[in-house]
């Protein structure tokens, strides 16, 4: 550990403070970089875990009660055993280059997104172009992600099963009654509590 801390400082890396969002910044975003060829190996499901937890995020799987958050502590098993049902992306550094991941997930139910620093319209706008996820995912928490405006929440609208959204601390939302007038429009069914105050 203590060579790589030096070659980071002989590299200049860690100079100032500046730098040192840079180095994290670059690091969060290879933890996001998409396997195609891993996705093929172990299953959607398995690498979409493997990404969020290297992330910082938590899953659920089908069948279980507990969140795993430990990369090491995956069950393995069959091919396609272990199949993703929620997603808790709590502080972690998931980011619109990671989303791939999501595409293949069939059986996701619920995401929460809570204090997310690289969450932002773009991702929510991905979240509501995967089909799978428009079948599936009934339940969403998006709660002070900073970067996330109106334009990305009525995205959401083409998650055509989703029954529960909670906003909170989104200063990104400047007009809440149109938002939500839209999503509530789009999905009649949706319960939107709202928190923006």
Request: hydrophobic residues 40%.
């Amino acid at each position: 550990m203590r060579l790589l801390s030096q070659a980071v400082q002989r590299a200049g890396l860690l100079q100032s403070c500046g730098s040192r969002r840079h180095f994290w910044s670059w690091l969060n975003a290879v933890f996001n970089k998409v396997d195609y060829e891993r996705i093929k190996a172990v299953g959607p499901d398995r690498a979409a875990a493997e990404w969020l937890l290297r992330c910082g995020a938590k899953v659920r799987f089908q069948g279980f009660d507990h969140w795993h958050h430990d990369y090491n502590g995956l069950p393995t098993g069959p091919l396609g055993r272990y199949k993703i049902q929620g997603i808790d992306a709590t502080e972690s550094c998931i980011m619109y280059r990671g989303f791939d991941h999501l595409e293949g997930l069939k059986y996701l139910e619920d995401i929460k997104l809570n204090k997310c620093i690289y969450i932002e319209d773009a991702c929510l706008e991905r979240l509501g172009s995967i089909g799978n996820l428009q079948e599936s995912l009934y339940m969403m928490e998006v709660i002070s992600c900073g970067n996330v405006t109106d334009k990305g929440v009525i995205a959401l609208h083409k998650l055509r099963n989703l029954e529960y959204l909670f906003l909170s601390d989104l200063p990104g939302i400047k007009d809440k009654e149109t938002t939500v007038g839209r999503l509530k429009t789009a999905l009649p069914r949706l319960d939107v509590v709202v928190n923006l105050d």
